[in-house]
């Protein structure tokens, strides 16, 4: 009983956990640059049975046969799939079109990685992002020249990419973090990186359609679960009953 | 009637083991490749019953056979066909028919798998979710510069720079005799592996778990009655002593 129980407490955890992430999605459906997240499942060690109660004299008394002790998260990863583009024709707002990150000056001298290129132009000329965190480009150009674009935006703003993008870690405000030990590669539109359009947001890419049946069947997943531990129940109840 | 107690108690033991299993089950309904578990029950080896009491001369009397309860004889993995989701990543990968990854654990061991949800590590590395590598024909790692690698249907993976690398999807003859392992994996004790052929790779497809919730909710139902029905019996025979030792003996 015990054990029927545990089984149906670690798949519980589990689903929340799903849940937990499908929630995460749907708030963020509306969040410029944001990338879903999904979380798949894997199914915990076996355990040995014991033919408990069994003669001696039958053979399958040590049988080996091996019952499972439920399931649990095996990953949670982000799907890093293009967003759709929406047009916003303010002239600092960029959205890359392929798979590389802008980078932001974390204030320390390393780099964050954000997809969200919702800019602004500072007095000093820098284009910052909505926290004042400034974007690395390879050289500042002047405001005006800005607005006319006269020079390839792929020159001057560059992106990067690490090998392993599932080394990033969200730090929310729409920033990745680089874990220690990740190359970073540092390029441009001829490096495959992608192209940048200014004028462009990229929306989140969370397809909600997607989202709510997950969510529809995680929360029945949940709920057929819960039966086993209900079951679980019964039978103990029944065990407690046997003598009355 | 002591005998019968413990018959109804080893039939109580069988269906809380089968309920437990049907647990784990449930608990794998979103679980990547997973295959249902079975357990299979048995009774015990026939015994020979002989009548002693009622004999004028104390002889055996013999009366038949009987099985006196009931055990796990064996528990069987059902390798059904999952249902196949599209995700469109291009290191998803479902196994449509006969067939397992091979993937090599930190300790050496060759593991295999059908949960083909793989990521590039930063080496470049394809490797399980869990950072394990996943193994070619000739059991070495596969090296990939990008994410988006073309895959055919028989596992051939074309890379950037024209050369390729066979994914090796091997299966079992014996099918029964692999172990699963936990984390979405299998391990082989004393069966034989052969090439995988009847199977067709999909590449941006991920297969899902072969339960159906609603066999296993009857499964679960028949279990708890099951159960249920052996208590009574435990009951009953627990009030038929009570009669015997209380008021037959009454004087």
Redesign the interface.
């Known amino acids: 009983?015990i054990?029927?129980l545990q089984?149906?407490r670690?798949?519980l955890n589990?689903?929340q956990t799903?849940m937990d992430s499908i929630a995460n999605n749907i708030a963020n459906v509306q969040t410029k640059g944001y990338k879903s997240q999904k979380a798949?499942?894997?199914?915990?060690?076996?355990d040995q049975?014991a033919?408990?109660?069994?003669?001696q004299?039958?053979e399958?008394r040590e049988?080996g046969?091996?019952?499972?002790?439920?399931?649990r998260v095996?990953?949670i990863?982000k799907?890093f799939?293009q967003g759709p583009l929406t047009e916003t024709s303010n002239t600092y707002d960029l959205a890359i079109e392929g798979q590389g990150f802008f980078g932001i000056e974390d204030g320390n001298g390393g780099i964050y990685l954000t997809r969200d290129g919702a800019f602004t132009m500072d007095a000093a000329g820098r284009l910052a992002d909505s926290n004042g965190r400034y974007l690395v480009v390879n050289r500042n150009i002047p405001p005006e020249q800005w607005t006319d674009m006269d020079v390839s935006i792929d020159e001057i703003i560059p992106l990067f990419t690490?090998?392993?993008?599932?080394?990033l870690v969200s730090l929310g405000d729409n920033l990745y973090d680089i874990r220690e030990?990740?190359?970073l590669y540092m390029g441009g539109y001829g490096d495959g990186l992608g192209r940048i359009r200014q004028g462009f947001l990229e929306e989140s890419n969370v397809d909600l359609t997607e989202e709510l049946v997950g969510m529809l069947?995680?929360q029945?997943?949940y709920e057929?679960?819960t039966?086993?531990i209900t079951?679980?129940d019964?039978?103990w109840a029944?065990?407690n009953?046997?003598?009355? | 009637m002591i005998r019968g107690l413990y018959t109804a108690a080893t039939g109580m033991i069988v269906q809380e083991r089968k309920m437990e299993n049907v647990s784990q089950n449930l608990a794998n309904v979103e679980t990547g490749a997973f295959k249902r578990q079975e357990v299979l029950a048995r009774s015990y080896d026939n015994v020979n019953i002989s009548n002693k009491a009622n004999s004028p001369d104390n002889r055996r009397a013999p009366i038949g056979q009987l099985q006196l309860g009931v055990m796990i004889d064996d528990v069987h993995t059902d390798f059904d066909q999952g249902q196949l989701n599209q995700t469109n990543k291009p290191l998803d990968l479902a196994i449509d028919g006969d067939g397992f990854f091979t993937i090599l654990l930190p300790n050496g061991q060759h593991a295999y798998s059908r949960d083909g949800s793989f990521t590039v590590n930063r080496e470049g590395l394809v490797t399980t979710k869990k950072g394990y590598p996943v193994l070619d024909t000739q059991m070495r790692g596969i090296y990939v510069d990008t994410e988006d690698i073309a895959i055919d249907e028989r596992g051939l993976i074309r890379l950037a720079d024209g050369s390729t690398a066979q994914l090796n999807i091997v299966d079992f003859p014996e099918i029964q005799t692999l172990d699963k392992l936990g984390e979405n994996m299998y391990t082989v004790g004393v069966g034989q592996l052969v090439q995988a052929d009847e199977f067709i790779l999909r590449q941006g497809f991920l297969e899902q778990s072969n339960i159906n919730p609603l066999d296993e909710l009857v499964k679960m139902i028949e279990i708890s009655r099951s159960f249920e029905s052996n208590q009574r019996v435990i009951q009953s025979l627990d009030e038929t002593l009570g009669k015997a030792v209380n008021e037959v003996g009454r004087l």
């Open positions: 009983m054990r029927i089984t149906g670690t798949s589990a689903i799903k798949e499942f894997e199914d915990l060690v076996y049975i033919n408990r109660g069994v003669p004299s039958q399958v049988s046969q091996r019952i499972g002790i439920g399931s095996k990953s990863n799907d799939k690490v090998t392993d993008k599932q080394d030990g990740t190359d069947t995680t029945r997943a057929l679960n039966r086993s079951a679980a019964e039978l029944m065990t009953n046997l003598r009355r």
